[in-house]
T-cell receptor
């Protein structure tokens, strides 16, 4: 079946360093979404990418959708302690949304 | 608008029992999905309901079932609980035609 993998599984960074998480699907996606889950919280929708090669920015966060629509990345510039949490991608294929395995980000002050 | 609400927030059950979890979606959202989240398996899709009909189903045994009411509220039921069913059960609602999921706070189920 369809799988969505994310790497790395964990990332510890010093505040101010950059962070990137990568998402790879075994199948072509119609769109990809990104969610953030704070410790003890629930996933919160961040953004959706639909077009091949699409790049979207939200302040210090940059999201990319691959040309083949099978991979995506989330890059955070100059991390802050408020960025702590687990970042999930979720790929949509036909009518099913498959969540990635998540990348847990820890930021040390 | 009020967000997605889930009740109860915490639940402790023993093996063999059954449990019913409830979810009220955001007003106007007619699609409700359920997910199981565990440290080892991440977010696993259980099922999706739209207009009282199950539209999609994940790879879970038949012990896991759900339903949706005419007011879009949804319930999920797990029968004959097993230790491995201990997890955070998340409900998410979405608008028709939109993909983004709005999650509730979840129900933390512990099976002893």
């Amino acid at each position: 079946g369809q799988q969505v993998m994310q790497i790395p599984q964990y990332q510890h960074v010093q505040e101010g360093e950059d962070f990137t998480t990568y998402c790879n699907s075994s199948t072509t996606l119609s769109n990809i979404q990104w969610y953030k889950q704070r410790p003890g919280g629930h996933p919160v929708f961040l953004i959706q990418l639909v077009k091949s090669g699409e790049v979207k920015k939200q302040k210090r966060l940059t999201f990319q959708f691959g040309e083949a629509k099978k991979n995506s990345s989330l890059h955070i510039t100059a991390t802050q302690t408020t960025d702590v949490g687990t970042y999930f991608c979720a790929g949509q294929n036909t009518d099913k949304l498959i969540f990635g395995t998540g990348t847990r980000l820890q930021v040390f002050p | 608008k009020a967000g997605v609400t889930q009740t109860p927030r915490y639940l402790i059950k023993t093996r063999g029992q059954q449990v019913t979890l409830s979810c009220s979606p955001i007003s106007g959202h007619r699609s409700v999905s359920w997910y199981q989240q565990t440290p080892g398996q991440g977010l696993q899709f259980l099922f999706e309901y739209f207009s009282e009909t199950q539209r999609n189903k994940g790879n879970f045994p038949g012990r896991f079932s759900g339903r949706q009411f005419s007011n879009s509220r949804s319930e999920m039921n797990v029968s004959t609980l097993e230790l491995g069913d201990s997890a955070l059960y998340l409900c998410a609602s979405s608008l028709m035609g939109r993909n983004e999921q709005y999650f509730g706070p979840g129900t933390r189920l512990t099976v002893t």
